[in-house]
């Protein structure tokens, strides 16, 4: 998507014309990469301003200064990168409409917890299908994680709450729960997580120390929808972008993050267990562009 983009302005600049029928271009690019009409007006006002007062003539330079002006969207206040609970163990709920690739970032996560010496423990508190269970069982085995499960059917705060015990009684410091991204109606499913929140911090003694929030790169502007109602049943802490490896269009996550300042957190590139990155604003931006 933006890598034609790219190829237009190297096109046009090819011309030698820096003229509004390019800005008309990057304005549809940028709009059918769903970033939403406000911040590409903003974006592209941005350019403009920077091609005046910078001089800006060749095809490389604008470029990265439009890339600049993207990545500039993401100045997040808060440190990126995920909290780490005072007492262990460090609790991260996983909460997303279905397919969008909770249980692989738990599985990525994970890993790379596993990799660097932690002991971590999966909660497989997605207990609508009983093929997410055994999902995220086979990811237990593959990434070493101890694993803590239900029946299909299971009350889903209850299947976290003896998680954590478990997490306390073995020693384990990190459970990464999973949870359900479909119920038979949506407002079962914002109370089911509700109810989750509330029993992490009755067995925590806090709330869970991440509630990340996780978002499919080709989602488009209904990203923002999914945003407000997860952010208004479990108090989303972050978010996590998956499938920007594919076709993805991440131009939506710009105006998730400026509506509702969670900060973004997490990267998914791919469906391996190593397929996971830490955010990072000039990376996301060079990737829109390829
Ligand atoms: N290409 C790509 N595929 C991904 C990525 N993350 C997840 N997937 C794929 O997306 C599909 C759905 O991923 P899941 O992790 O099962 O999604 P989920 O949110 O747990 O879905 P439900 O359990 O149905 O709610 C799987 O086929 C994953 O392999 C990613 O970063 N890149
Ligand atoms: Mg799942």
């Known amino acids: 998507m933006f890598k034609r983009l790219m190829q237009k302005i190297d096109r046009l600049f090819g011309r030698?014309?820096?003229?509004?029928?390019?800005?008309?271009?990057?304005?549809?690019?940028?709009?059918?990469?769903?970033?939403?009409?406000?911040?590409?007006?903003?974006?592209?006002?941005?350019?403009?301003?920077?091609?005046?007062?910078?001089?800006?003539?060749?095809?490389?330079?604008?470029?990265e200064r439009l890339k600049h002006a993207i990545a500039a969207r993401f100045t997040q206040q808060e440190a990126v990168?995920?909290?780490?609970?005072?007492?262990?163990?460090?609790?991260?709920?996983?909460?997303?409409?279905?397919?969008?690739g909770k249980t692989t970032t738990i599985a990525k996560l994970a890993q790379r917890l596993g990799r660097s010496g932690k002991k971590v423990l999966l909660a497989a508190g997605?207990?609508?299908?009983?093929?997410?269970i055994e999902q995220l069982e086979i990811w237990a085995g593959r990434t070493n994680a101890d694993f803590v499960r239900a029946q299909p059917g299971a009350d889903s705060a209850a299947v976290i709450f003896d998680a954590i015990q478990a997490a306390r009684a073995r020693g384990a410091d990190y459970v990464l729960a999973d949870t359900a991204g479909r119920q038979h109606s949506k407002e079962n499913l914002m109370a089911e997580l509700q109810k989750v929140a509330r029993v992490v911090e009755k067995g925590l003694g806090r709330p869970a120390d991440e509630v990340l929030l996780v978002l499919d790169a080709n989602t488009g502007q209904n990203a923002i929808r999914q945003a407000e109602e997860f952010i208004k049943a479990a108090g989303v802490t972050g978010l996590v972008l998956t499938k920007l490896d594919g076709t993805a269009r991440g131009g939506a996550l710009i105006g998730v993050y400026e509506r509702f300042r969670v900060?973004?957190?997490?990267?998914?590139?791919?469906?391996?267990?190593?397929?996971?990155?830490?955010?990072?604003?000039?990376?996301?931006?060079?990737?829109?562009?390829?």
């Open 16 to 63: 030698g014309v820096i003229d509004d029928a390019l800005y008309e271009e990057l304005e549809e690019e940028l709009l059918a990469a769903d970033t939403s009409i406000q911040h590409t007006g903003e974006i592209l006002e941005e350019l403009r301003r920077a091609v005046r007062s910078e001089k800006i003539t060749d095809p490389s330079a604008m470029k």
């Open 263 to 290: 900060p973004v957190k997490l990267i998914g590139v791919g469906e391996r267990a190593d397929d996971l990155r830490d955010f990072d604003p000039a990376d996301f931006a060079a990737n829109l562009f390829g």
């Open 81 to 100: 990168g995920l909290r780490v609970g005072p007492a262990s163990p460090t609790v991260y709920l996983f909460v997303g409409v279905n397919g969008v």
């Open 126 to 132: 997605d207990t609508f299908r009983a093929a997410a």
